[in-house]
């Protein structure tokens, strides 16, 4: 399942454009942070080799080898502080359950 760095909305597109945003939260989709190259223990913190730097990993890019990433993953995002990352991941996690487990 392709899902938004941000919010953890569901993503149903297929190839996703430097223009495509999440319909829940509005962030680009397009990103460093939604690519499965993406890992900060790597130079430049992607895993591909031959891509090109980018400084802004949370603003859409023209990344020849973007690859959407599978899954649901919360990164950091700047300025947010500590206590309100934990607390909505702890949002985030609830939501995913009561999604999973919902009464029909």
């Not at 938004?4 to 569901?10: L, V």
């Not at 993953?73 to 949002?91: D, F, I, M, V």
Request: hydrophobic content about 30%; some cysteine.
């Amino acid at each position: 399942m392709k899902a938004c760095y941000k919010c953890g909305t569901a993503i149903e597109l297929e190839k996703v454009s430097r223009r495509d945003e999440c319909p829940s939260c509005g962030a680009d989709l397009r990103v460093c942070l939604n690519c499965s190259f993406y890992a900060q223990s790597k130079a430049n913190e992607c895993a591909e080799p031959q891509a090109e730097p980018v400084k802004q990993k949370e603003k859409a890019n023209y990344c020849d080898f973007f690859r959407f990433k599978e899954g649901v993953t919360r990164h950091h995002r700047p300025g947010e502080p500590a206590a309100e990352q934990k607390k909505s991941g702890k949002l985030e996690a609830e939501r995913l359950w009561n999604e999973l487990f919902k009464k029909r």
